[in-house]
């Protein structure tokens, strides 16, 4: 076919605009021993062991950082104490976005459908594979102006997310059923599922260092949102180690798999095992709109 006669190709326009603060935005927060969800209701949150933190952390700076729900419906974290994160010390949280401060290992949470940063159907290549296009981004700043964000009022001690507010979120550790796997991380990795927070977490020497947040659809469906690995522990076969134990749990419980992620995708095209799992429907959509 000559090139005057080749049909440009077409790109599916999709979006993830949704209301204000939409989408259940979160922050999982986990240590040795301690563990709970912080939910964001607030245009401004402070996290740090001080007195009058939003989300007061034991053994961290008495402000080591924030996170600013900005007029565009981002949310946005500034690290003001040492710590890893997932691109950088200022930087447009993601859900699956982790950080840490101190002792503790933080991810952040938004369900998908809100999430500006990730088109219906994930990014081929990940994040930083071709954007597909979306609808223009709503005008969120003439109801939500800069001038009008604002921190949450000042809590009581009693009222504050912490160790005291802590709830007893079920985790199961999953166990490996597979006893040779060409792809398996040289890392020992422990995968558990905190389905009260609705991740499956990523544990290397009792530290939280990835995870794939969750949506349950119905009572057969499980929604995979997002693979995230912190920087140091990339390349060494984390991502893949956790899918493996993710959908071999999905298939212990006699669901199939909503897959948004990319990572995921590819995990299934080199493993044919696993694609029974798929939801075939809803794979025709979403794969309908993954290739640029």
Not at 19 to 44: F, K, M, N, Q
């Amino acid at each position: 076919m000559s090139e005057q006669n080749a049909t440009p190709r077409r790109h599916t326009v999709t979006t993830t605009h949704a209301g204000w603060g939409a989408g259940h935005p979160r922050i999982l927060a986990t240590s040795d021993h301690e563990r709970y969800v912080h939910e964001i209701r607030c245009d401004l949150i402070h996290i740090g062991s001080a007195a009058d933190s939003d989300l007061e952390l034991s053994a961290t700076d008495a402000l080591h950082a924030r996170v600013l729900h900005e007029a565009n419906d981002e949310y946005v974290l500034t690290m003001l104490g040492d710590g890893a994160t997932s691109s950088g010390r200022h930087e447009v949280l993601r859900t699956g976005s982790h950080f840490t401060a101190g002792p503790w290992q933080l991810i952040f949470l938004r369900d998908e459908y809100a999430d500006h940063g990730r088109p219906y159907g994930g990014r081929v290549g990940g994040e930083a594979g071709h954007q597909r296009p979306q609808e223009p981004r709503p005008d969120y700043s003439r109801e939500h102006p800069a001038s009008s964000l604002a921190r949450c009022a000042v809590k009581h001690s009693d009222q504050r997310d912490g160790p005291g507010q802590t709830p007893d979120l079920g985790r199961s550790v999953l166990h490996d059923a597979t006893t040779d796997s060409s792809d398996a991380s040289p890392l020992t990795v422990d995968v558990l599922n905190d389905e009260t927070a609705g991740i499956y977490e990523a544990i290397v020497d009792g530290a939280t260092i990835g995870g794939i947040p969750y949506n349950l659809v119905g009572a057969d469906r499980i929604a995979l949102l997002a693979v995230s690995v912190l920087p140091d522990f990339r390349g060494l076969g984390v991502s893949m180690e956790l899918i493996r134990r993710a959908l071999d749990d999905v298939r212990a419980q006699g669901r199939t798999v909503i897959n948004y992620c990319p990572v995921v995708h590819t995990f299934i095209e080199n493993n044919p095992g696993y694609a029974d799992l798929i939801d075939s429907d809803h794979h025709r959509r979403v794969a309908g709109r993954a290739r640029p």
